[in-house]
């Protein structure tokens, strides 16, 4: 086992490894930026080193500071957390040049997932349902996209070849919409990604986002660690709340995506923990979406259903342990959902606010998690994600698990900024939401309606 880790992130996330790490006997190492001097993460570890100012490409994005404060505390290994530099395969690669640890897959593998049209070919040949068309590849002009969208029906969404966490995507109903939107999309990933490439595929109305975790030693032994249903999202396609198991999904529909997510894992040579998603259609059919080369956001949703500390393991694996698990372990119980508390407007589509917090109580009690790194006095920066905390029901069932949630919200008193708390609580008191019928347009489509 590692004697050091540096936490190569900030916020919610860092404290969550720290304490991780302090269970395993290890020591910790933050970095910060000038903007997170004060950061609970900052507290909380054994050391802590300022890595430059507050904007994220000054700080939590600067592999040379980062790379430097390892050096300098003597780290064996980084653990990247998720975002900012956690699926950066030039990260991995420094590290491993410098003889530290990466706690998380290898640059190849993170390369050979960043690009989604090549990934998904990749996936065809490991015999895992794609999206159509089977054979798309990065579509160079308008013409070439019409030809293609008349061969497969419209909707199609305009994707950009290296994104992910939903950005960089349009839909279009028609070629009119399709002609506009091209050049759209071509310039968002150019922007996000420095990738103006994109690609086609069929856009499935109102399918399910249903993700699965899976683990791997690198030996050759996968873990399915079961199901989360992740369709509440913005219409950025920003994940606001997540359930587990999907109650969309039978028995057999559930071991055939588990395979499938152990078949995609394998083929891309995956090691640590990951996320395969899928997009399911009203049919029951389903269709590889990306695979996430890293911790999720939602996986204590996972933890609070397994028993799995899925931290403790990413870092045991990077160790070199071989998974003492087999999937007989893997037994599911009750039902979690996680609801994201953001620094955002819900009324103002989802506008980011800053500022001082000025009462913070979070709520508690029997099924109740919640992970954050809030506390009185704390000021939330401008430059950063906009997490604030994340709240985790568990109960015996859904309807416990929705119970104790709203009990939980209606307690947590959060003061100073704009949060998503009240967009919460409506949520959980739709009738759509109640009775499970969620999909990726839950938020257009059902927020507003009242049967």
């Given at each position: 086992?590692?004697?050091k880790?540096?936490?190569?992130?900030?916020?919610?996330?860092?404290?969550?490894?720290?304490?991780?790490?302090?269970?395993?006997?290890?020591?910790?190492?933050?970095?910060?930026?000038?903007a997170?001097?004060?950061?609970?993460?900052?507290?909380?570890?054994?050391?802590?080193?300022?890595i430059?100012?507050?904007?994220?490409?000054?700080s939590?994005?600067?592999?040379?500071?980062?790379?430097s404060?390892?050096l300098?505390?003597?780290?064996?290994?980084?653990?990247?957390?998720?975002?900012?530099?956690?699926?950066?395969?030039?990260?991995?690669e420094?590290?491993?040049?410098?003889k530290?640890?990466?706690i998380?897959?290898?640059?190849?593998?993170?390369?050979?997932?960043?690009?989604?049209?090549?990934?998904?070919h990749?996936?065809?040949?490991?015999?895992?349902?794609?999206?159509?068309?089977?054979?798309?590849?990065?579509?160079g002009?308008?013409?070439?996209?019409?030809?293609?969208a008349k061969?497969?029906?419209?909707?199609?969404?305009?994707?950009?070849?290296?994104?992910?966490?939903?950005?960089?995507?349009?839909?279009?109903?028609?070629?009119?919409?399709?002609?506009?939107?091209?050049?759209?999309?071509?310039?968002?990933?150019q922007?996000?990604?420095?990738?103006?490439?994109?690609?086609?595929?069929?856009?499935?109305?109102?399918?399910?986002?249903?993700?699965?975790?899976?683990?791997?030693?690198?030996?050759?032994?996968?873990?399915?660690?079961?199901?989360?249903?992740c369709s509440?999202?913005?219409s950025r396609?920003?994940?606001?709340?997540?359930?587990?198991?999907?109650?969309?999904l039978?028995?057999?529909?559930?071991?055939q995506?588990?395979?499938a997510?152990?078949?995609a894992?394998?083929?891309?040579?995956?090691?640590g923990?990951?996320t395969?998603e899928?997009?399911?259609?009203?049919?029951?059919?389903?269709?590889?979406?990306?695979?996430?080369?890293?911790?999720?956001?939602?996986?204590?949703?996972?933890?609070?259903?397994t028993?799995?500390?899925?931290?403790?393991?990413?870092?045991?694996?990077?160790?070199?342990?071989?998974?003492?698990?087999?999937?007989?372990?893997?037994q599911?119980?009750g039902?979690?959902?996680?609801?994201?508390?953001?620094?955002?407007?819900?009324?103002?589509?989802?506008?980011?606010?800053?500022?001082?917090?000025?009462?913070?109580?979070?709520?508690?009690?029997?099924?109740?998690?919640?992970?954050?790194?809030?506390?009185?006095?704390?000021?939330?920066?401008?430059?950063?994600?906009?997490?604030?905390?994340?709240?985790?029901?568990?109960?015996?069932?859904?309807?416990?698990?929705i119970?104790?949630?709203?009990?939980?919200?209606?307690?947590?008193?959060?003061?100073?900024?704009?949060?998503?708390i009240?967009?919460?609580r409506?949520?959980?008191?739709?009738?759509?939401?109640?009775?499970?019928?969620?999909?990726?347009?839950?938020?257009?489509?059902?927020?507003?309606?009242?049967?």
């Amino acid at each position: 086992m590692f004697k050091k880790i540096l936490i190569a992130n900030r916020g919610e996330i860092a404290v969550r490894v720290i304490r991780a790490c302090r269970e395993l006997g290890v020591s910790t190492v933050a970095v910060y930026s000038e903007a997170d001097r004060n950061c609970l993460h900052a507290k909380l570890a054994d050391e802590a080193i300022c890595i430059g100012p507050g904007p994220n490409r000054d700080s939590y994005l600067s592999i040379p500071n980062i790379i430097s404060a390892a050096l300098l505390s003597g780290t064996q290994a980084i653990h990247p957390g998720y975002g900012n530099l956690s699926e950066t395969a030039s990260f991995a690669e420094n590290c491993e040049a410098c003889k530290i640890a990466f706690i998380g897959p290898s640059a190849e593998t993170m390369r050979a997932v960043q690009d989604k049209a090549a990934t998904k070919h990749v996936m065809k040949q490991a015999g895992v349902p794609v999206i159509p068309p089977q054979d798309e590849s990065p579509i160079g002009s308008v013409s070439q996209a019409a030809k293609l969208a008349k061969r497969i029906g419209y909707p199609v969404a305009i994707k950009a070849s290296s994104g992910g966490g939903g950005r960089g995507i349009r839909i279009a109903y028609n070629e009119e919409e399709l002609q506009t939107f091209m050049p759209v999309a071509q310039s968002e990933a150019q922007a996000a990604f420095d990738n103006n490439q994109v690609y086609l595929e069929k856009y499935l109305e109102e399918p399910r986002h249903v993700e699965f975790q899976v683990l791997a030693d690198g030996r050759g032994n996968i873990l399915n660690l079961g199901d989360r249903d992740c369709s509440l999202q913005t219409s950025r396609h920003q994940k606001l709340l997540e359930e587990t198991p999907c109650i969309a999904l039978s028995t057999k529909l559930r071991s055939q995506m588990g395979e499938a997510a152990i078949r995609a894992a394998k083929a891309v040579g995956y090691k640590g923990a990951g996320t395969v998603e899928f997009l399911l259609d009203k049919e029951g059919k389903f269709y590889f979406l990306e695979l996430n080369a890293r911790i999720q956001v939602e996986h204590t949703i996972t933890e609070m259903v397994t028993g799995v500390d899925l931290v403790k393991e990413q870092i045991r694996i990077a160790a070199g342990d071989k998974l003492t698990l087999t999937q007989k372990d893997i037994q599911p119980t009750g039902h979690a959902i996680e609801c994201r508390i953001t620094a955002e407007d819900p009324d103002r589509a989802f506008l980011a606010s800053a500022g001082v917090i000025e009462e913070y109580v979070p709520p508690g009690g029997p099924g109740i998690r919640v992970d954050s790194h809030l506390y009185c006095g704390y000021e939330v920066p401008p430059f950063y994600d906009s997490l604030l905390a994340k709240v985790v029901a568990w109960g015996r069932d859904r309807k416990e698990a929705i119970a104790r949630m709203s009990r939980a919200l209606a307690e947590f008193r959060l003061v100073g900024v704009k949060n998503t708390i009240p967009f919460h609580r409506k949520v959980l008191e739709n009738p759509f939401f109640k009775r499970g019928e969620v999909y990726t347009t839950f938020i257009a489509r059902r927020m507003q309606m009242d049967v």
